[in-house]
């Protein structure tokens, strides 16, 4: 999770293949997608790891689920809304997204607040805020603070 927060934080804008690698990350029907690869989860001289999965994914995402309608995390709020509530699967969270304006420059901050989540994000756009706070919630040991 710390290398796709990183990521995240310093995207620009929307991004494609961040989108495509943070739903992989946080798929957590793994062993469909080992299915739909053709692959097997295996050790060996020839091993099929995770890696070899993930390039697969990034390479050709709709073979494997992704639609840019629903999973642009990068460059949909909704998208990235529709995300945290699956993924923080809580009876209650409260999300604060924002676009503020420091020096003319453009950014995006979010904070998701509930009985078992506190992280914050910032980021280029509202989007990338919040799933830099969701990376952070879920990179954080239950707790701790959330930067």
């Known amino acids: 999770m710390?290398?796709?927060?990183?990521?995240?934080?310093?995207?620009?804008?929307?991004?494609r293949e961040l989108s495509v690698a943070i739903w992989f990350a946080l798929n957590p029907d793994r062993e469909h997608l080992?299915?739909?690869?053709?692959?097997?989860?295996?050790?060996?001289?020839?091993?099929?790891?995770?890696?070899?999965?993930r390039r697969a994914v990034q390479q050709n995402p709709r073979d494997y689920g992704w639609e840019a309608t629903d999973h642009d995390f990068t460059?949909?709020?909704?998208?990235?809304?529709?995300?945290?509530?699956?993924?923080?699967?809580?009876?209650f969270i409260d999300i604060e997204v924002a676009k503020r304006f420091v020096a003319g420059e453009a950014r995006g901050r979010a904070e998701i607040c509930g009985p078992a989540v506190d992280a914050y994000g910032e980021a280029a756009t509202p989007a990338l805020a919040l799933l830099a706070a969701l990376l952070s919630a879920l990179a954080t040991p239950e707790g701790e603070a959330k930067p």
């Open 2 to 15: 710390e290398d796709l927060l990183a990521r995240v934080k310093a995207a620009t804008g929307p991004d």
């Open 34 to 53: 080992w299915a739909l690869s053709g692959m097997n989860a295996q050790r060996g001289p020839k091993q099929n790891t995770e890696a070899t999965l």
């Open 75 to 91: 460059a949909s709020l909704d998208a990235a809304l529709a995300l945290v509530e699956r993924v923080l699967e809580t009876d």
